[in-house]
C-alpha cells in the first residue's frame, strides 16, 4: 500500500475566484447600469432636442446673428439680443474665480499641510457647510448685508485715480456686476476647496518623503510635489466651480441689478443667463419672448458643455502627464 503524494495546490484568491461559477447578478447589475447610463443620456438629449425646438421659432423673427450679437433686450418692441446677458454670465463666472480659487487653494493648503489635525477637521467642515446654504438664503444676505457693505468701497474706488480705469468707474448704484461675483465666489468656495484637498491628499507618500530626504523643506516639497501633482483635480475643481458659477440664478438674481446692458465697470449692473430666465419667464407675454428666453438657456446649456468638453481635455493632460504614479 503505497501513500498518495500528489502535491496539494495552493491557489490563489485570485484564482479561486475565476474557477468559481459564474454569478448571475454580476451581468445583470452590469446591464442595470448601462441601461440607465442609457436613460439618463437619453432624457439630457430629448431635453435639449425640444428646447432647440422651440427656441428654433424665434427664427421666423429674427437671425441666430442678430440673437446672439444683438445688444438691445426690448420684450415690449420685440427686439432680443442676448450679448448683455453672454457677457454678465462670463464676468460673474470670471470675478467669482479670481475671488475663489485663491481663498480655496489656501485654506486646501491650510487644512493639509499645516494645521493639526484638532483645527483642520472643524476648519474643512466649517467651509464644506456652506454649500448646504441655500441659494435664496445668501441672495438675501446678498441684498441686506453684502450690497451696503460694497457699495462705500466701490465709491472709495471709483472716486479715486482707479476710477479712470473702465473696469472700476462709476458711478456706483449698489447691485453690480461685483456683488454676483462675491456672492458666487462663497458659494464654489466650498467645491473648489473639498476637489482641491482630495487631489492633494492623492500624492504620492514616497514623491513627499524622498523630496524631504533630498533636503526639502516643507513649503519646497508642497510646491515642487505636491502641486504638481495635484494639478490636474484642482483645476478639475476649479472647473466644477465655474460650472456652478455660471448656472447660479436665484442668489444672482437678488444682487446683480437686472439690467440689460453691456457695462465696462464691475460696479455697474447687469445681468445674466440664468437669471434673466427666472425673472422674467413668468411675464413672458410678448410675441416670441418666451422662445427667447427658452434660447437663451439652450444659449446657458451649450456654453456650460463646451467649458465641461474644453476642461476634460486639460485634466486628460494632465492624467497624462502624471500616468504611472503610485499614489499609495
Do not use: C
Not at 247 to 263: H, K, M, R, S, Y
Amino acid at each position: 500500500m503505497t501513500a498518495d503524494t500528489t502535491p496539494i495546490r495552493d491557489e490563489s484568491p485570485v484564482a479561486l475566484i475565476r474557477r468559481r461559477r459564474p454569478s448571475v447578478g454580476d451581468p445583470l447589475l452590469a446591464w442595470a447600469v448601462r441601461l440607465l447610463s442609457w436613460v439618463a443620456l437619453a432624457a439630457v438629449v430629448l431635453m435639449l432636442l425640444d428646447t432647440a425646438a422651440h427656441s428654433l421659432k424665434l427664427l421666423e423673427h429674427t437671425s441666430l446673428w442678430d440673437f446672439l450679437a444683438g445688444t438691445v433686450w426690448a420684450p415690449a418692441s420685440t427686439v432680443y439680443g442676448a450679448l448683455p446677458f453672454i457677457y454678465g454670465t462670463l464676468v460673474t463666472s470670471t470675478l467669482a474665480l479670481l475671488l475663489a480659487v485663491p481663498l480655496a487653494l489656501g485654506a486646501a493648503l491650510l487644512v493639509n499641510e499645516y494645521l493639526p489635525p484638532r483645527l483642520a477637521a472643524p476648519l474643512a467642515y466649517a467651509i464644506e457647510l456652506l454649500a448646504a446654504i441655500p441659494s435664496v438664503v445668501y441672495g438675501f444676505w446678498g441684498v441686506l448685508v453684502l450690497v451696503p457693505a460694497l457699495r462705500p468701497l466701490e465709491q472709495a474706488v471709483a472716486g479715486s485715480t482707479f476710477g479712470e480705469i473702465p473696469i472700476f468707474g462709476g458711478p456706483v448704484p449698489g447691485p453690480s456686476y461685483l456683488s454676483a461675483g462675491v456672492i458666487l465666489a462663497i458659494m464654489i468656495l466650498p467645491i473648489v476647496t473639498s476637489v482641491a484637498r482630495d487631489a492633494m491628499r492623492a500624492t504620492p507618500r514616497l514623491q513627499r518623503e524622498g523630496a524631504l530626504a533630498l533636503g526639502a523643506t516643507h513649503w519646497e516639497t508642497v510646491r515642487h510635489v505636491v502641486l504638481p501633482f495635484a494639478r490636474g483635480g484642482i483645476f478639475a475643481g476649479v472647473i466644477l466651480g465655474l460650472s456652478r458659477a455660471i448656472g447660479e440664478t436665484i442668489a444672482v438674481l437678488f444682487v446683480i441689478g437686472n439690467q440689460p446692458q453691456i457695462n465696462a465697470s464691475i460696479f455697474a449692473p447687469g445681468y445674466s443667463l440664468p437669471s434673466v430666465i427666472a425673472g422674467e419667464f413668468a411675464e413672458a407675454n410678448q410675441p416670441f419672448h418666451s422662445e427667447a428666453l427658452i434660447a437663451l438657456g439652450v444659449v446657458l446649456f451649450l456654453l456650460s458643455f463646451t467649458v465641461n468638453v474644453a476642461a476634460r481635455a486639460v485634466v486628460g493632460r494632465f492624467e497624462a502627464r502624471a500616468g504611472g504614479a503610485d499614489v499609495r
